[in-house]
């Protein structure tokens, strides 16, 4: 039988992906965005079939506008049964650069929209005890990346709120699964390359592709709902490593950052 989500951050990068994947399934989807003129043009270009996607205008960060999404979703396919919380911010920069609204931001999105969607979405999967909630992290909700530290703090919150509500959800037959990625090749990626400071973005051997995402989603993260899944899993490991062992990891830092670097530039020779 298919499925019915409500995806956030269709617009552009992951989550404009998997709206086309998901309907290419023959599932049904709801995709927002805050950016609405952004996400008529990703539905008119991917040609999206507009008898299984429906495009909605949310700002996660309006409980209010959550709520009239999910009356969306119910009136336009009469139930759902997956939330995807992809929607997010990055900005790069040291800590004592930030300002005032990029703090603002990158929690009020990151976290707090998450949390909202969870309350409201939560609910409606408790009243039909049923329903999967997959919060998209990242490699930086285990390993606090420097350059990144507004976002890495995001992303730790997002992991701790996801494994809470996850065991508060369960007995009501209602899962919750962090997809916690390395970079991914999309325009929060791109945005990082001028950035020295986020150098350790960069260190990995590739950066995963969209098509990577939507491959673990669903073949592992929709079909066995998992609590947790790193990709790749040998960055997932190191990223554990450095979660458990962050003083050791400083010194491994440089190291990494180095490569990072390296990276950068080659990708800056490309333009």
């Not at 929690?107 to 009243?127: C, E, M, P, Y």
């Not at 990144?148 to 065991?167: D, E, M, N, P, T």
């Not at 400071?197 to 592992?220: K, N, Y």
């Amino acid at each position: 039988m298919s499925r019915v989500h409500l995806l956030t951050g269709a617009a552009s990068g992951i989550g404009r992906h998997l709206a086309g994947v998901l309907a290419g399934l023959g599932d049904r989807v709801l995709a927002t965005d805050v950016n609405a003129a952004a996400l008529e043009a990703a539905s008119e270009a991917d040609r999206w079939p507009a008898a299984q996607v429906r495009t909605f205008k949310l700002d996660v960060r309006m409980r209010a506008e959550w709520e009239a999404a999910l009356a969306e979703a119910l009136a336009a396919f009469g139930r759902i049964d997956v939330l995807l919380n992809v929607a997010g911010y990055l900005k790069p920069g040291n800590c004592w650069e930030l300002e005032h609204g990029d703090v603002d931001r990158h929690f009020d999105i990151n976290v707090k929209g998450l949390a909202q969607g969870t309350v409201v979405v939560g609910a409606h999967f408790v009243k039909q005890r049923a329903g999967h909630i997959v919060n998209v992290g990242s490699l930086a909700s285990l390993a606090a990346a420097p350059g990144l530290a507004l976002y890495s703090a995001s992303k730790f919150a997002v992991r701790g709120f996801s494994i809470a509500s996850a065991q508060e959800l369960e007995p009501h037959g209602v899962a919750v699964s962090l997809l916690m990625p390395d970079a991914v090749k999309t325009p929060m990626l791109d945005l990082q390359v001028d950035f020295p400071q986020a150098a350790l973005t960069f260190s990995g051997d590739r950066a995963l592709t969209v098509e990577d995402i939507s491959r673990v989603l669903i073949e592992h993260v929709l079909p066995e709902r998992p609590l947790e899944v790193t990709v790749p899993l040998g960055r997932g490991v190191l990223a554990r490593f450095a979660d458990a062992l962050p003083g050791v990891a400083m010194k491994i830092a440089p190291m990494l950052r180095k490569k990072g670097l390296e990276a950068q530039e080659k990708l800056k020779s490309q333009r």
